[in-house]
Each structure stands twice: as structure tokens, then as C-alpha cells.
């Protein structure tokens, strides 16, 4: 279990007209220049992400795992979630990064993607 950051990379920018752009000194990924998941820098010792979900969920996830989950500092109040990535899969952060992805991408790249 556990995912690096270049994994990470790997995941979101599979996802359609994913782009990444470096905002505040590390890795932001958006489509159409909307963001949906950010992560730590490649030499950070216990590397973290951040994606992009609601309150519920936020709540949900940091009650189900406090280890793996946590708010994040800003962004937290919106719903988005931090998550360590040696604490979780591949398969399980690929989900939180559809889901975020979903969120913010147009409807009708969503309808198209199969996502």
C-alpha cells in the first residue's frame, strides 16, 4: 500500500484535460483551469495530496481513517481533504481523484469521459 507522489502525478493527470500548474511552490492539477487535487513536492519526507470533495465526505473519510485523512489549511472549509499517500492505494486514490475531478469538470466532459 502506499502511493509516491509521481504515482499521484500519474493518476490525475490521467484524467481527462488534466493539467498540472505550480501554484504556491507545488504541484496543482486542474481541468480547464479549474483545480481538483494538488500534492506535495517530489523530496517531502511523508509526501501528502489534497482533492477536492464536500463536507460530508470530508467528515466521512476523517472519521473513518484519522490517520490517512485530515483538513487541510485553507482550503479545509470548502471540503477538501488531506490525505497521507503512503496511507492509502492506487485504486483507493483514484477514486478520490474521479470524484474530485467530477466535481469541477464540465458536465458535458463528464457525460463524454465515462468517468
Not at 8 to 19: D, F, I, K, Q, S
Not at 34 to 58: G, N, R, Y
Not at 67 to 95: C, F, I, M, N, T
Request: some cysteine; overall charge negative; glycine content about 6%.
Amino acid at each position: 500500500m502506499g502511493v509516491t507522489v509521481a504515482e499521484m502525478r500519474a493518476l490525475a493527470l490521467g484524467l481527462p484535460e488534466a493539467t498540472e500548474v505550480e501554484a504556491w511552490g507545488h504541484p496543482t492539477f486542474r481541468v480547464r483551469n479549474k483545480m481538483f487535487a494538488t500534492c506535495a513536492s517530489d523530496d517531502t519526507p511523508d509526501p501528502t495530496a489534497s482533492f477536492k470533495a464536500t463536507l460530508e465526505e470530508q467528515a466521512e473519510l476523517i472519521a473513518s481513517e484519522p490517520d490517512a485523512y485530515s483538513v487541510p489549511a485553507y482550503v479545509g472549509k470548502h471540503g477538501w481533504v488531506q490525505v497521507r499517500l503512503g496511507a492509502v492505494g492506487a485504486d483507493v486514490l483514484r477514486e478520490h481523484l474521479v470524484d474530485a475531478w467530477r466535481r469541477i469538470a464540465p458536465k458535458r466532459l463528464v457525460a463524454s469521459s465515462g468517468l
